[in-house]
């Protein structure tokens, strides 16, 4: 089995709530509002990463970050931009097999013509009333699925 772990809109804050829940994965793809390069060097040391620029990265260190990312995982392709409004494709008819978002903090899982849509939500600062939570792709007997994972998120 192949997972791959999906965290978006941590603005700055990497929790250790998340750093556990993504532990084990083969690769992680981060949806953009990364917050800082030291978010990305502590998933680095989970798995390989690969991110996008959010609306909300804009310091000299987010320059080198693409706005969208085209992945083979396993002969599966995945298109990985922050703000599903910029989607500029018809992911089905560009042979992907998922599209993976940040920038609403709301975790969704749609199938839209046989192509998953994921966000998994925001990994960092609770907005309004939104669960805090990461999520996964997981590749079984050449099926790709989705899931989201809420995080047990301790009051300190």
Do not use: C
């Amino acid at each position: 089995m192949k997972r791959v772990g999906l965290i978006s809109d941590t603005h700055g804050l990497m929790r250790p709530e998340a750093l556990t829940a993504l532990a084990g994965v083969d690769q992680i793809i981060h949806g953009g509002d990364i917050g800082g390069p030291e978010i990305l060097d502590a998933l680095q040391r989970i798995a390989p990463v690969t991110a996008v620029r959010g609306n909300n990265d804009k310091d000299a260190w987010a320059r080198k970050i693409a706005e969208h990312e085209v992945l083979d995982v396993d002969g599966s392709l995945l298109y990985v931009l922050h703000d599903l409004k910029e989607l500029d494709l018809d992911p089905a008819t560009s042979g992907f097999t998922a599209v993976i978002t940040g920038h609403s903090h709301k975790p969704v899982i749609d199938e839209r013509n046989g192509v998953l849509f994921v966000n998994p939500g925001s990994a960092g600062p609770r907005r309004f009333k939104l669960p805090i939570s990461v999520g996964f792709l997981e590749l079984r007997r050449g099926r790709w699925s989705a899931r989201i994972q809420e995080l047990a998120i301790s009051a300190s």
